[in-house]
Every structure is written in structure tokens, then in C-alpha cells.
Nanobody, 121 residues
Framework: QVQLVESGGGLVQAGGSLRLSCAAS????????VGWYRQAPGKQRELVAR???????NYADSVKGRFTISRDNAKKTVYLQMNSLNPEDTAVYYC???????????????WGQGTQVTVSS
């Protein structure tokens, strides 16, 4: 069974930094696209950043220049370095992965349980 486990959320003052991690475990053959979404209270879940297996990246306009996504394939882990945080970044951040599992053998989308990021002004 595949699991995505996030860590690194917390409370930070405006202008501060946090680093989120998401580790995948289980019967995984390959990981294609991985990324981070976030959902603020009363708002829809939105893409923050994603990275392909070829390390191409995409970012939401609101985080460009402040956030950096990276992946360590050997550790099956994706990171989100968040700098210059502001209160508008407050949300639950969810890890996402499109991957191929071996038990059963299939490609599917998986989500982590979410980690809270709160930025105080």
C-alpha cells in the first residue's frame, strides 16, 4: 500500500521560511509527477508547485521566486522550500504524487494527509 507522509509545517512569522517534506513509501515502481497543493479556509485547493520525473517545474504565480520544489528520487521524497512567507500563504498543504505501484500494478494519484502552515503577521 502506498503512503505519502508530509512533515515540516508549523507556525512562522511573516518573512520567515519553512521547508516541507513528503516521503512516499510502499510498493512503488516509479514516481512521475509530484507536487504540492494547498487549501485555505473557505477556498478551493490550488496547485502550489509540481515537478516532473525529468525535474521540470511549475509554480503558481503567487509563489514564484519565493518557493522552490525539489525531489530526491533515491529517498522517494519531495521538498518545498518556502521563503518570504506571508499570511496569504496560510493553508493546509497537501503532497500529491502520480506514481506506478506494483501491488496492484497500476498508475494512480495519491495524496498525503496534509500539514498546516500558519503565517502570522
Amino acid at each position: 500500500q502506498v503512503q505519502l507522509v508530509e512533515s515540516g509545517g508549523g507556525l512562522v512569522q511573516a518573512g520567515g521560511s519553512l521547508r516541507l517534506s513528503c516521503a512516499a513509501s510502499g510498493s512503488i515502481f516509479s514516481i512521475n509527477i509530484v507536487g504540492w497543493y494547498r487549501q485555505a479556509p473557505g477556498k478551493q485547493r490550488e496547485l502550489v508547485a509540481r515537478i516532473t520525473s525529468g525535474t521540470n517545474t511549475n509554480y503558481a504565480d503567487s509563489v514564484k521566486g519565493r518557493f522552490t520544489i525539489s525531489r530526491d528520487n533515491a529517498k522517494k521524497t519531495v521538498y518545498l522550500q518556502m521563503n518570504s512567507l506571508n499570511p496569504e500563504d496560510t493553508a493546509v498543504y497537501y503532497c500529491y504524487a502520480n506514481l506506478v505501484s506494483t501491488t496492484p500494478w497500476r498508475a494512480d494519484n495519491y495524496w498525503g494527509q496534509g500539514t498546516q502552515v500558519t503565517v502570522s503577521s
